[in-house]
């Protein structure tokens, strides 16, 4: 695996639980979920530019999740701009919209048999359960870092 893959499916495979807290939560526009949104928000832009630098499944060419990569920069883009322009419709229809293509993406690539995960899970899989576990604490922690990061300060609530 070249360093480039691992960093795309780090990438995704944190920003996949991420989304899905940031969507699921109740709370929306507070301080945790604009960091944690933009931590999200970055993981997603590297995994689609990352993307670009894999080609594995096209004999060295584009394939067609290049253009899911490119409609999720195009998503995350506006999404974000829409955000900061206060139109939330719009934020959550293109932030949901992103996440959903993550998802796809993701039962792409762990349904077809020589793709990377499934066959790291067949022929290493005590070691897929350790990194499955890390990824659940890596995300919790980040979560837990968000609400530690932008707690208020016990003078002031």
Sequence with gaps: MTPLLVSHLLAALVALPLGGYQLFRPTKGDPRHVLLGRLWAGLMVWVAISSFGLRDLNHGEFSLLHILSTVTLVTVTLGVVAARRGNL??????MRGSWL?????????VAVPERTIPTFVVTRPADAVVAAVLLVVVTMLLV??????TREPAGRQ
């Design 89 to 94: 419709a719009a934020h959550k229809g293109n």
């Design 101 to 109: 293509g993550l998802c796809g993406a993701f039962v792409g690539a």
């Design 144 to 149: 837990h870092l968000g609400t530690v990061l």
